[in-house]
């Protein structure tokens, strides 16, 4: 959503498995059998909208997404869906929404906007209803204490520098609770590490180009970006060892939440 208007909807999708499973583990923990209306805020290209479309055929499904190319892609792939060029930080739902949903998007928002967006939203529900999400909790991972080292090392360190490390990091589980459980009656919340083998380091730079890096390698030049992700794949060789078969393990943590409108 935001910082996310320009994103490549055919880059994101290069990992469209790994992406989505997630998206499975989260629409299998929401907690109810016939929801009317779902809402998938930053649906992406769809592949999330998908799985709530299998999970819940009866209901009524609208996806958000502030990215032009990823709506074309999601139109295209859930033709009888409706898809919604918006922005997660000003959206007001116009009617009734039985569950919220989102996919590796609120990590965009700056941390005091994440939190006053999930809370405006379920304040916005009756009871009963549901806000799931699902984002990266890997700021600390060594693909991304990597971002950070290349950024402040090389010609672009004086453009990247007021960065300061890209999106800011998740609100921790009890930070979650607190603050949402005047507004709900359950919160579930958990944290999984995927563990994803991929074809080599250059692997790791496909996947994070069009999500992590995006905040590193955007404001270059394509002189600089080239040299930034030069630099920053040596970096990974020396974080991710080489499996006996050349593939490399990038271990991805994700935090959880399902949250119950009391």
């Known amino acids: 959503m935001a910082g996310t208007k320009d994103w490549n909807a055919m880059q994101y999708l290069m990992f469209e498995d790994e992406r989505t499973r997630p998206c499975y583990d989260l629409a299998s923990r ?94 916005s529900q009756k009871s009963g209803g549901i806000f799931a999400f699902q984002v990266p909790d890997n700021l600390s991972e ?57 074809d080599g380091h250059e692997a790791i730079v496909e996947w994070l180009k069009s999500t992590g890096l995006r905040p590193f390698i955007d404001p270059l030049s394509p002189e600089e970006r080239e040299g930034f992700l030069d630099a920053y794949r040596n970096r990974l060789k020396g974080a991710y060892s080489a499996c006996y078969d050349g593939k490399v393990i990038l271990p991805f943590p994700r935090l959880f939440m399902v949250a119950v409108k009391a």
């Open 30 to 123: 929401i907690p109810l059998q016939s929801p009317c209306h779902i809402v998938d805020l930053g649906c992406g290209p769809g592949n999330s909208t998908a799985v709530l479309a299998s999970r819940f055929p009866q209901a009524h499904l609208t996806g958000l997404d502030s990215s032009p190319d990823m709506i074309e892609k999601a139109k295209k792939r859930l033709p009888d869906t409706q898809f919604t060029l918006a922005d997660l930080s000003s959206y007001t739902p116009s009617g009734p929404v039985d569950v919220f949903f989102s996919n590796a998007t609120l990590q965009w928002l700056p941390s005091a906007d994440r939190i006053n967006v999930i809370t405006r939203l379920i304040d």
């Open 142 to 198: 060594p693909s991304h204490e990597a971002m950070r080292q290349t950024a402040s090392d090389g010609p672009w360190a004086k453009t990247l520098k007021s960065l300061q490390g890209g999106r800011e990091s998740i609100q921790s589980p009890q930070e979650l609770y607190d603050h949402l459980k005047p507004l709900c009656s359950r919160i579930d919340l958990w944290h999984t590490t995927y563990y994803h083998v991929l």
